[in-house]
């Protein structure tokens, strides 16, 4: 059985193309020997003259040789152009021989920084296996490489005949799954819907999650100022998976419950992930202390009692990450000081464009500050929609892979709020987006919002969050497919469609404006809005 990368794949639950992608590596594993390597759903961005380069491999099989294949997987039909093969998105098409040519080419190019021009080979296949490509002489691609559906029982056969078992090595054969390892960081993303099965994907160097980690100073503390979709929380789970690989305690510590839970389920299971209030009640219980959270100030009480309290043994930690850190108050940090070994390391995350929470700002006197504002996450519209709001210039780079997405923006009158936002779920459905891609988000709280109480909104079962944990702790959710949750709980966190709803506002100001931020830069593909016509007019008019 071939070995694949990263693991963990077994456990996916996905839909669609994802789905398809899950079952060819099920069929990859059991038909290639156990000489080859697949490493699968590898996502890289790498800069080239100050601009973001951005592209997908669905599979990359490596020959013991060292000799690589990149697959290009399209599930479901595709269009037969003059162009060639063209696959069809809720954007619109994109040509298949493009993307696969790109995906080839970025690879080759960090191949041969690493081994030279002549030290690696890299050969391609295109994989279409619920279609009959009838016009292979005219598809883009060499006919030879191509795998439809015609031919689907016949993928391993041919990846053996691109990839020998037996032929030379090449140079780069004893160091390429390091290469792969590393300069790729098998790391899952964080940026996923909290609850569900995250995609595991990768990163080619050149972002945050690797060039930050490549910075060394004593005492190591380093407090890393980045824009939504910069990558703080994959550099946080980059930095916990490296600690725990060189068998250092690693503490990873945020505000929101939703990402703890996230990053738990994701990081490496030595590694403890949890809330400051989480932490704060485990080391008072580890102390024979309780705290009854049913009184009003249980909050405080337990914030005090952590800060004057002991720190036992076991509560002491060589790496400590704290993501949003714009979330803490400044107390908290002295509280979170003594926690840490001699000779730690410390690091903070932070965005204060998204302190919704209006906290204080924190002061890290001595440390060193890196700054991360371009953001690879969202679509460059959708952060020229946000630079547009600002009252002031807003320094973010827009380096999202897509354009021309459309922000969509849809008013409802007095008591008129769930039919607009029916209509934004129908204008999502119509762009092909599945209830998994949606994010339903209000833009009120949980508590004052109409819709986190409802099980249904017209044809859709809504998943939200009740308010209450099971025995172990998890949060327990309302049965549903379409996620529902504030713009307060869903920080940290992205989705494909992102409907904002439930804007409404008397004047705009600062607080307004960043919780449209984090609304916004939460979608990776579409953003709707939708709001009272008093707000709506107030948007239209900075547009």
Partial sequence: MARILPDGWQSLHLAGGLQREVETLHELETALSD????????????????????????????????????????????????EGLAKVYAGGTKSVSIQLARSVSALQHRLAMVFGPHGYRVEELLYCPDYNVSRPDIAGVNASRIVDASRRDTLAETITRILPLEEDKFPCHDR???????????????????????????????????????????????????????????????????ASEAGRRALYVCFNRPLADHVRAIAPDDVSAVTFHQLCAAVLSNGGVEVDFRQHDAFERLEHAFSDGQIPESFRFDV???????????????????????????????????????????????????????????????????????DAALPVEAAGLFDGTEVGLLSYPEGGVGAATRQALADAAALGFRQSDIALLTYQGRDKSWLTNLDRLGPYRLRSFTGQYDLAGAP????????????????????????????????FDENVFRRIFVGATRATMKLIIVASERSAAKLLMRL
Avoid at 39 to 66: C, I, M, Q
Avoid at 214 to 234: D, E, M, N
Avoid at 479 to 498: H, I, M, T, Y
Wanted: contains cysteine; charged residues 20%.
């Fill in 476 to 507: 327990i959710y309302r049965e549903g497919n379409l996620l529902v949750d504030s713009v307060f709980r869903f920080k940290g966190q992205c989705a494909p469609c992102v409907i904002l709803t439930e804007v409404d506002f008397a004047e």
């Fill in 320 to 390: 400590i990450v704290v993501d949003e850190g714009q979330d803490f108050l400044p107390e908290w940090f002295d509280s979170l000081e003594r926690l840490l070994l001699p000779d730690g390391a410390w690091w903070w995350l932070e965005d204060p464009m998204q302190n919704l929470y209006q906290r204080p700002h924190v002061d890290r006197s001595g440390w060193v500050e890196l700054r991360a504002m371009s953001n690879y996450r969202s679509p460059r519209d959708i952060v020229r929609f946000v630079q547009r709001l600002a």
């Fill in 176 to 242: 390429i799954h390091d290469f792969l390892a590393d300069t790729l960081s098998l790391a899952p993303d964080a940026g996923a819907i909290a609850g569900t099965a995250s995609k595991l994907v990768t990163r080619v160097s050149g972002g945050l999650a690797t060039w930050a980690r490549s910075i060394h100073f004593h005492p190591f503390r380093l407090r890393v100022v980045g824009t939504a979709g910069s990558g703080k929380t994959q550099l946080a789970i980059s930095v916990l998976r490296d």
């Fill in 35 to 82: 000489a080859y390597t697949v490493y699968h759903s590898v996502h890289w961005t790498r800069l080239k003259n100050d601009s973001s380069v951005f592209g997908e491999l669905d599979f990359v099989v490596v020959a013991p040789s060292g000799r690589v294949l990149v697959i290009e997987q399209k599930s479901g039909v595709l269009q037969e152009t003059a």
